[in-house]
Each structure stands twice: as C-alpha cells, then as structure tokens.
C-alpha cells in the first residue's frame, strides 16, 4: 500500500506543473467568419487570403478565417446588419452601404467629386477619412483601412452617351437616398435592388440599366444584359475593411494592432488587385461581346450630377467640407 506524504503530494504535484503541454488541449484558433459577395477569383475575395497570411505570420494557430463567397451570406445590408450582430465577423463594405447608419459616410459617394485614385486616397488618409471612422465606430463597425472599388460607370443595353438619353429610363440603384438623387436629378426612375438579384431584373426588364464598376459588373456577368458601358466615372466607389464590434473590441492590444496592419496592407493589396482585374474585366466583356464607350459632353453630365451636393451639405458636414474635399 502506497502512503501518501506531504512529500511525494509536492513532487506529483511539481511533476504535473512541469507538464503543461501533455496534460493541457491546445487553445482552438478562433474562428472568423467573413462575408463577400463576388466569387473567390475577385479581389473581394482575395484580399482576405493576404489578411489571413499576415495574421498567422505574427499570430501563429491563434485565428482561422472562414471566407464565404458569392453572397452566400446575404446582399450588402444583410452583411452589414450580421456584422453589427456580430454573426458575422468581417467583411468589406461599401460607403454607399453603410450610409443608412452613418450618413456622413456619403460625403465620399457624391458625384463628380473626385478627378481619380490618388485625390480619392487623400481624402480618405486625412481628415475626412478620420472623421468618417469615428463615425462608423459609433455605429458599431471598426473600420482600420478604406479601399477603393474604383469607378461607377453606367450600364445598359445601348449607348447612353448624353443626359438626355438616360431621362425617362429605369435604373437599378442601391439601397441610399443619394444614388436615388442623383438618376432623378437626371430624370431617371431609380429602383433599389439587392446586387445578386440585378441579373435576373435587368434581363427580365425590371430595370432598364444601373451603375457599378467594371470589376464588379464582370464578376456578376453582367455583360449578358447589359452589355454598353459608358464611361461616366461619376462616382469612385469607396469602402472599408469592416469587423464587428464584438470581435474586434474582443481582441487583446497585440492582436488588434496586427489585425490593424493587416488591414491596411491588405487595403493597398485590394487597389492593386482591382486595377489588374479592370484590365482582365474590360478584356471578358469584350470578348463576349460587351463595349466601352466615352459620354458626350462631359460638362453637361458633372453639372447635373453635382447640383445634388447642396442637398447633402447638411447631411456630410456642409458645403465647405464638400468643397474641401474637391479640391484636396
């Protein structure tokens, strides 16, 4: 019979302590689920991978991100909505989305406002883009990198390289009070509907055309209805990186920070991902049949498009703040 001591009690016990790796489970990564409404090929998709890479090289085993593609978790607001639940962990979103929760987000989505990439990214590196990340943070989005979607364009089943053509016409928009401004200040009926349901509605006649960017218009294949775009570059589509609250204000100081820098690097990775796929975009709707056109008078389109920024001024922080920004 073996008697128990104060001594041998201390050594078995010193013994377990010294053993952690074997008598202890391994943490399990923490699961992160991110939404993204194009296919895995996409720079909406990709640019989580380079996300993913820079948190397991300084975060070694600790996060597992599981990339859902296709919107397969629901259309932009749906996505938006299960990161503020918190169902959802991250994903990227447009400005145009996350206007129904903070309005001043729409500052960036005003037509005509900015001349290209570069006077985009000055704006959102500086004051504006701060002001605005306050403002999402209060709704409950952390938002540590924009990104650049590139240009709106116009997309129909003709030509529609003059104002007066679009007047009368139908036109998908999505879900915010300015993109419906803007079509009626053109003379044009906007509709909103979710972007996986554009397809069917612009084949079966719903709508009669809409505005996206190159790169997102060929990922939806949309070439297939509407195959003419005219080059109307009247609003760059600005978005961020988005995780929710919960998750985010869930992470310790070390991993926000490497979460934060993979954000922002993996935003640059984004840009150069979506300018490389508007060259390939541009090639497929060409090769199935699509064509670029250039808009006639230019002037014309801006001054339409712009005379909706007085009825914003309020909304985006006043028209100094819009001029400001216009000529940064």
């Given at each position: 019979?073996m008697?128990i001591?104060r001594?041998t ?6 013994a377990?302590?010294a053993a952690p790796a ?5 943490r399990?990564a923490t699961?992160i ?6 296919g ?18 300084e975060?070694?085993?600790?996060f597992s ?8 978790l629901?259309?932009?607001r749906?996505v ?5 639940l ?11 989305a ?8 729409q ?7 900015f001349?290209?990439?570069a ?38 089943k003709?030509?529609?390289v003059t ?5 009368g ?9 300015l993109?419906?401004?803007?079509w009626q200040?053109f003379?044009?009926?906007?509709t ?5 349901e554009?397809?069917?509605?612009l ?8 505005d996206?960017t190159i ?5 939806f294949?949309?070439?297939e ?26 992470l310790?100081a ?12 993996g935003?640059?990775?984004?840009d ?5 796929d508007?060259?390939a975009?541009?090639?497929l ?5 699509g ?15 712009r005379?909706?920024w007085p ?5 985006v ?12």
């Amino acid at each position: 019979m073996m008697t128990i001591t104060r001594r041998t009690l201390l050594s078995g016990t010193a013994a377990l302590l010294a053993a952690p790796a074997i008598l202890r489970p391994a943490r399990a990564a923490t699961r992160i689920t991110v939404a993204s409404l194009l296919g895995r090929d996409k720079p909406e998709t990709l640019v989580w991978t380079r996300i993913a890479e820079l948190v397991e090289a300084e975060l070694p085993g600790a996060f597992s991100f599981n990339v859902v593609p296709n919107a397969a978790l629901g259309a932009e607001r749906e996505v938006a909505e299960g990161l503020r639940l918190g169902s959802i962990q991250a994903s990227l979103l447009t400005l145009s989305a996350l206007s129904a929760w903070a309005p001043g987000t729409q500052l960036l989505d005003l037509p005509f406002l900015f001349r290209d990439r570069a006077h985009f990214a000055r704006t959102v590196n500086g004051e504006t883009g701060r002001m605005l990340t306050e403002e999402l943070t209060v709704q409950g989005f952390r938002t540590p990198a924009f990104v650049n979607y590139g240009a709106r364009n116009l997309l129909a089943k003709e030509a529609l390289v003059t104002p007066e053509t679009v007047k009368g016409r139908r036109i998908r928009v999505i879900q915010s009070p300015l993109h419906g401004a803007l079509w009626q200040a053109f003379g044009a009926y906007p509709t909103a509907i979710p972007i996986p349901e554009t397809y069917n509605a612009l084949q079966n006649g719903v709508v009669d055309m809409m505005d996206l960017t190159i790169s997102a218009s060929a990922g939806f294949r949309l070439y297939e209805v509407v195959p003419v775009t005219t080059r109307t570059r009247h609003i760059w589509a600005g978005g961020v990186v988005a995780f929710s609250a919960s998750f985010w204000d869930g992470l310790d100081a070390e991993q926000r920070d490497v979460f934060e820098r993979a954000a922002v690097t993996g935003a640059r990775h984004f840009d150069e991902l979506v300018m490389k796929d508007e060259v390939a975009a541009t090639q497929l709707v060409e090769d199935n049949g699509g064509s670029f056109i250039e808009p006639d008078d230019r002037a014309a389109w801006e001054r339409i498009g712009r005379s909706v920024w007085p009825a914003f001024a309020e909304t985006v922080g006043g028209m100094a703040r819009i001029e400001a920004a216009a000529a940064a």
